[in-house]
């Protein structure tokens, strides 16, 4: 059976403090991987996927950034946190493209001050 | 910017009622529009998906009604239970590897 994990599972932190976050797939080789972003309340926007190792695409500037350096892991990450990045983030899997089921992992909230 | 639109924002129905949720969207090369559950805290899951080329969808409970002319949607949730409560999102996808959530419906079942 796959699982996905994220870490951290909450982050308090600074305006202007760097930050990363990671998402880990078990169980499933090359799969198509998506980070999403949800405000409180409101609804998801999808900010980066990849289908590939070493490969990114970007679908929304948020001045945030992602890479894939492993086949089972996704990261996003930015040098500087601005208060519009407070949110829920979401990592997500298919088996081959965004047609395929997504299965979303368990999230990380943070709160930027 | 491709929009999905849902509405009500929120509903409340008795238990064994039909909830009804309405999706509309502007992009004509939308062509797979899946339904998502979330529940507080969560993140989402999915509950059932239309391709353009059929009207209708059912599972179990949980039936979604195409309308490819009018670019609406419909999911009709009969029997309603309380753990039903929840926020629904219509998505959409073209033949992209990009997807466009709606702006979500939050259901609430009464018992």
């Known amino acids: 059976a796959q699982t996905i994990h994220q870490w951290p599972v909450a982050e308090i932190k600074a305006v202007g403090s760097p930050l990363s976050l990671g998402c880990t797939i078990k169980?499933?080789?090359?799969?198509?991987l998506y980070w999403y972003w949800q405000a409180t309340g409101g609804t998801l926007q999808q900010l980066f996927y990849s289908i590939t190792v070493g490969q990114v695409e970007s679908v929304v500037q948020l001045n945030l950034s992602a890479s894939r350096p492993k086949d089972d892991q996704f990261i996003l990450s930015t040098e500087k946190l601005l208060l519009s990045h407070s949110g829920f983030y979401l990592c997500?899997?298919?088996?081959?493209?965004?047609?395929?089921?997504?299965?979303f992992g368990p999230g990380t909230r943070l709160l930027v001050l | 910017q491709q929009q999905v639109r849902q509405s009500p924002q929120s509903l409340t129905v008795w238990e064994g009622e039909t909830a009804i949720l309405n999706c509309s969207y502007e992009?004509?090369?939308?062509?797979?529009f899946p339904w998502y559950q979330q529940f507080p805290g969560e993140g989402p899951a999915l509950l059932i998906s239309?391709?353009?080329?059929?009207d209708k969808k059912e599972d179990g409970r949980f039936t979604i009604f195409f309308n490819k002319r009018e670019k609406k949607l419909s999911l009709h949730i009969t029997d309603s239970q309380p753990g039903d409560s929840a926020t629904y999102f219509c998505a959409a996808s073209a033949n992209t590897n990009k997807v466009v959530f709606g702006t979500g419906t939050r259901l609430q079942v009464l018992p």
């Open positions: 169980g499933k080789s090359s799969p198509n």
């Open positions: 239309i391709r353009s080329v059929s």
């Open positions: 997500a899997w298919s088996r081959d493209w965004v047609q395929d089921t997504q299965y």
């Open positions: 992009d004509s090369t939308f062509n797979y």
